[in-house]
Every structure is written in structure tokens, then in C-alpha cells.
């Protein structure tokens, strides 16, 4: 069972950066890979980035590339997504989520989920 809680949205101007932190709760010495998505409104939910759970491993949306970094500190239990060069087109609702094992893009593959947290860019 991983319990997980993001902080850190809220409203930016358009070219400013933002940073999301997910903490999780997890049973001690689980392993575990976390991926980041987002659901704009009226639209599906879709891939951000993932990080494998060494931090060694990270992917990414072609849509993010370049301006969104995906890292952790298992110290901390804490995956964070920095977010800089923000668009108007990167509102969303955002959300963490997390599996046992290799990170995958396909959200139908996690298995634990957070609340999401909201992340509106103005024009």
C-alpha cells in the first residue's frame, strides 16, 4: 500500500516555474517506481514523466521535454516535478502515482494514486 499526497500547485504567469512535490507513504523497504500525469479540462488524463525508484531512470512526454524535471529523494519519500518555461496549455489537474515495480507511461499500470493538485498558467 503507498499513500500518496501532491502539494505545490497553484497560479503562475506563463514563462514561470512551479514545483510539485509527491509524498508517499509506503510499507518500510517497498520499492517503487512513480509517474507524474495530468488532466486537462474536458480532456483525458495523460503522461508527464516517470522515475524508476533509483532515480536513475526517468522518461518523459515530448510535450515536457526540456522545461520538466522529474527527480526524488527516497530520504524523504518525495518525487517532485520542477516545472519551469510554463504554458497556458500546461493547465491541469495534476496527479502522482505509483507501482511496485519499472516505470511505464501507460497509467493503466499504476497502482496507487494521489488527489491531484491544481496547476493553472495565465497567458
Known amino acids: 500500500q503507498v499513500l500518496l499526497v501532491e502539494s505545490g500547485g497553484g497560479l503562475v504567469q506563463a514563462g514561470g516555474s512551479l514545483r510539485l512535490s509527491c509524498a508517499a507513504s509506503?510499507?518500510?523497504?517497498?520499492?517503487?517506481?512513480v509517474g507524474w500525469f495530468r488532466q486537462a479540462p474536458g480532456k483525458g488524463r495523460e503522461f508527464v514523466a516517470a522515475i524508476s525508484w533509483s532515480g536513475g531512470n526517468t522518461y518523459y512526454a515530448d510535450s515536457v521535454k526540456g522545461r520538466f524535471t522529474i527527480s526524488r529523494d527516497n530520504a524523504k519519500n518525495t518525487v517532485y516535478l520542477q516545472m519551469n518555461s510554463l504554458k497556458p496549455e500546461d493547465t491541469a489537474v495534476y496527479y502522482c502515482a505509483a507501482r511496485p515495480t519499472l516505470p511505464t507511461m501507460d497509467q493503466r499500470y499504476y497502482d496507487y494514486w494521489g488527489q491531484g493538485t491544481q496547476v493553472t498558467v495565465s497567458s
Open positions: 509506503a510499507s518500510t523497504g517497498s520499492r517503487y517506481a
